[in-house]
């Protein structure tokens, strides 16, 4: 099975400082997400990566950054956190065909950061 | 731009009733369409996918979708609902001519009463 880590479940973090949320996958698949999911929002595609050191921005990447310096692991940066991050944060992953056609996504059990 | 609708935000059913999760979509190409479903406190788990072929398409545990073009939807289905089945549905829309986005709906609320 397809194994999606999140390093925290849980996190508390105070407004400004820098939070670090770690994501590793164990199939060797080329992409990689980051979501953040709120009620009444869904899904809201934050970064993506499709090969190691490459990243694009999806549809709120402000406030955040990523790295992904290995193909198994891709990280989630806020480099001062705000109130208005409080979220749940999802890591993705998914396998990249000759065609793109499958899009299928594995996801980690999620982040739930908290900033005071 | 692509997006997802799901009108309902609760869909509330009796055990062994047949259950159905509404969704519309806007691409501007082709779509590919999944659905997912979230447990409390978990990640999501994929349930199933239409990319090309057959308008009904089969998934995990006993639920199926049906791709109507005309209308622009995915529903989902299951013929008998049961009180596991009880979760947050998301369905999701990635245009075939944006290869990496996949934009979800709000998602819906399924309540399964015994």
């Known amino acids: 099975d397809v194994k999606v880590t999140q390093s925290s479940r849980y996190l508390v973090k105070r407004t400004g400082e820098k939070v670090f949320l770690e994501c590793v996958q164990d199939?060797?698949?080329?992409?990689m997400f980051w979501y953040r999911q709120d009620p009444g929002l869904g899904l809201r595609l934050i970064y993506f990566?499709?090969?190691?050191?490459?990243?694009e921005k999806g549809d709120i990447p402000e406030g955040y950054s990523v790295s992904r310096e290995k193909k198994e692991r891709f990280s989630l940066i806020l480099e001062s956190a705000s109130t208005n991050q409080t979220s749940m944060y999802l890591c993705?992953?998914?396998?990249?065909?000759?065609?793109?056609?499958?899009?299928?996504?594995?996801f980690g059990e999620g982040s739930r950061l908290t900033v005071l | 731009a692509q997006s997802v609708a799901q009108p309902e935000d609760q869909v509330n059913v009796a055990e062994g009733n047949p259950l159905t999760v509404k969704c519309t979509y806007s691409?501007?190409?082709?779509?590919?369409l999944f659905w997912y479903v979230q447990y409390p406190n978990r990640g999501l788990q994929f349930l199933l996918k239409?990319?090309?072929?057959?308008?009904l398409v089969k998934g995990s545990y006993g639920f199926e979708a049906e791709f109507n073009k005309s209308q622009t939807s995915f529903h989902l289905k299951k013929p008998s609902a049961l009180v596991s089945d009880s979760a947050l549905y998301f369905c999701?829309?990635?245009?075939?001519?944006?290869?990496?986005?996949?934009?979800f709906g709000a998602g819906t609320t399924v309540t399964v009463r015994a």
């Open positions: 691409v501007s190409g082709n779509p590919y």
């Open positions: 990566s499709y090969d190691v050191k490459m990243k």
């Open positions: 199939m060797d698949h080329e992409n």
């Open positions: 993705a992953s998914s396998f990249q065909d000759s065609n793109l056609v499958t899009g299928e996504l594995f």
């Open positions: 239409y990319i090309t072929g057959d308008n």
């Open positions: 999701a829309v990635r245009d075939i001519e944006d290869d990496y986005k996949l934009s």
